[in-house]
């Protein structure tokens, strides 16, 4: 059987986790369906909307309005996939109507901005009730996350829980037995992520005489005013902005840092995470986290177990944590421990995906009456 993963651009630098999720399928051909062509491409079946003549203006025309773009429907005429995988609200809702005129069920996969902050925006909440109507199935990527969709109105009883995947052979767990104070944020440089408060906590400790770095990985409309507090703060010597960071060289940063910092908060727009990637990496990698009581984060971190938790917005308390695991090498090299265990039983990217194809084939049963479903468990 096939599945249609649509994105309107696919993929960002940053999305990786659909990334893993695409070319781990086991029962489920996957077939990309795409209007701008950009990162992790080979080796795909990815079929691109057209840009030019009448056909590209009216599909550019259908994209702009959130309607199904017409190159849709003959992709389905020809590969007749079972289902579509729609990834991210707006993405997914330019799918319904293509979805409803082939008698195709759609799945949504919603990952955290499309779950707070969308839906307040000017003519999503309409869109938002016809999408709760429309959709067969949702994927929240944490219990937080599901709690945000039922209070929008999506029934509990359609909605999954299926955590971000990591292929955990990729990632090598070195096991840490003490902390220094080389530290690393990862992100693009926006008010959730909490950049500020990093910052904020570099200072206090180089007021406190601790000999700190660090390193920030990462672009975004934040990355001026984040220079400008640090040059105010006077820790310009103690920070670098390293700019954007491709994934696989995070990865190997992991290694060459001490702890990683991620103090996310609820940003002022309403905008939150789900689980962060980066949590999940770092995690598997044995650095320790130190992260914020925010959204799914607890969920994954659990204080002075897998990790160290800190008050949102609470630079005092985060400067007190990269203490804590300087001065305390036992802790470090339990939450290093408890930390890879955790992500293992929960977010091995194999378990993930046969979550994912066996709810295909919930969805797909339900869908299409008591066909036969060939999947193999």
Same mark, same amino acid.
């Given at each position: 059987m096939k599945v249609i993963? +649509?994105?309107?651009?696919y993929l960002n630098l940053s999305e990786t986790f659909i990334n893993r999720l695409v070319r781990n399928h086991k029962s489920f051909e996957p077939i990309i369906a795409t209007a701008f062509k950009k990162q992790y491409l080979d080796g795909l079946n990815i079929y691109e909307m057209p840009k030019s003549g009448i056909s590209g203006l009216l599909n550019r025309m259908q994209l702009m +309005?959130?309607? @199904?773009?017409? +190159?849709?429907? @003959?992709?389905?005429?020809?590969e007749k996939p079972s289902v579509i995988h729609g990834h991210f609200a707006l993405d997914s809702y330019r799918l319904i109507s293509a979805a409803s005129r082939n008698k195709i069920p759609l799945i949504v996969n919603f990952y955290g901005y499309d779950v707070i902050r969308l839906p307040k925006e000017f003519g999503w909440q @309409? #869109? =938002?009730?016809?999408?709760?109507?429309k959709a067969d199935h949702c994927i929240a990527g944490s219990q937080d996350m599901k709690d945000n969709l039922m209070a929008l109105g999506f029934p509990e009883s359609r909605i999954e829980i299926i955590k971000l995947g990591m292929d955990?052979?990729?990632? #090598? +767990?070195?096991? #840490?037995?003490?902390a220094g104070l080389n530290l690393m944020m990862v992100g693009r440089m926006v008010e959730k992520k909490g950049f500020e408060y990093a910052i904020k906590a570099i200072s206090i400790l180089k007021e406190q005489n601790y000999q700190v770095h660090l390193d920030l990985f990462g672009d975004g409309p934040l990355q001026t005013s984040l220079r400008e507090l640090s040059l105010k703060l006077n820790v310009e010597k103690e920070i670098t902005f390293r700019g954007t960071t491709g994934?696989?060289?995070?990865v190997k940063e992991l290694y060459n840092h001490d702890s990683l910092l991620v103090p996310s908060v609820q940003a002022a727009d309403g905008d939150r995470e789900g689980i962060p990637q980066t949590i999940v990496e770092g995690m598997a990698s044995g650095i320790p986290i130190i992260g914020s009581t925010h959204a799914g984060i607890p969920e994954l971190i659990e204080d002075r177990v897998t990790g160290l938790l800190v008050r949102e &917005?609470?630079?005092?308390?985060?400067? &007190? @944590?990269v203490v804590s695991l300087y001065e305390n090498p036992e802790l470090v090299s339990l939450i290093s421990k408890n930390g890879r265990e955790k992500v293992v039983r929960n977010h091995c990217i194999h378990e993930l995906v046969n979550k994912t194809e066996l709810l295909y084939d919930k969805v797909i049963q339900? =869908? =299409?009456?008591?066909?036969?479903?060939?999947?193999?468990?």
């Open positions: 993963h +649509f994105k309107t651009t +309005f959130n309607k @199904s773009p017409a +190159f849709l429907d @003959s992709l389905i005429q020809k @309409s #869109r =938002y009730k016809r999408l709760i109507e955990m052979d990729s990632i #090598r +767990f070195e096991h #840490r037995a003490k994934n696989e060289d995070i &917005r609470d630079a005092d308390n985060l400067a &007190r @944590s339900k =869908y =299409y009456g008591n066909k036969k479903v060939m999947h193999k468990i």
